[in-house]
């Protein structure tokens, strides 16, 4: 069965013109030390009848701490990992400043085999980035997301 995952893309142009992204920077002991190949888009795990772009938001806000913008979405498409889970992007330009304020978290036995249960956000920052510095710092399996959104505005006008 596969995974399915669901996320939002916000994207804004500054004024010299650059396409920037807002992407997240993971949490947990793992992702502490690491910038390159170590954010993500805002999203998460849907199950089979949800809506994605329902499951999208929800992530968002769990990921960000707040609602995501009220601004118009498109589906960008769909991004299968090299694990095989799928990702739905929806995407939306803000003029908005959005900020990050805290993530949801999980339990982690840490350290390892230590028999002891620490609680890490699922987010620990979230920024604009230029869309070809985003493209380097989002893991490999999400890159392709970044380029689709850069494609994505060159043709639609966006």
Do not use: C
């Not at 992204?21 to 910038?35: N, S, T, Y």
């Amino acid at each position: 069965m596969t995974v399915t995952s669901a996320g939002v893309l916000l994207y804004r142009t500054d004024d010299a013109g650059v396409l920037q992204l807002w992407i997240v920077h993971m949490g947990g002991p793992f992702w502490a030390r690491k910038d390159e190949a170590a954010w993500s888009i805002p999203k998460g795990e849907y199950v089979a009848g949800e809506d994605p772009f329902a499951a999208a938001l929800r992530e968002y806000e769990e990921e960000i701490g707040a609602p995501p913008p009220a601004v118009e979405y498109e589906l960008l498409g769909e991004f299968r990992q090299p694990s095989r889970k799928v990702i739905t992007v929806y995407a939306a330009e803000v003029s908005e400043d959005v900020a990050f304020v805290e993530s949801n978290t999980f339990d982690l036995e840490w350290p390892p085999r230590s028999g002891k249960i620490q609680q890490f956000p699922e987010v620990d920052d979230a920024r604009w980035f230029p869309s070809d510095v985003a493209e380097t710092k989002l893991v490999k399996g999400q890159r392709p997301i970044a380029r689709r959104a850069r494609e994505y505005l060159l043709t639609s006008g966006g």
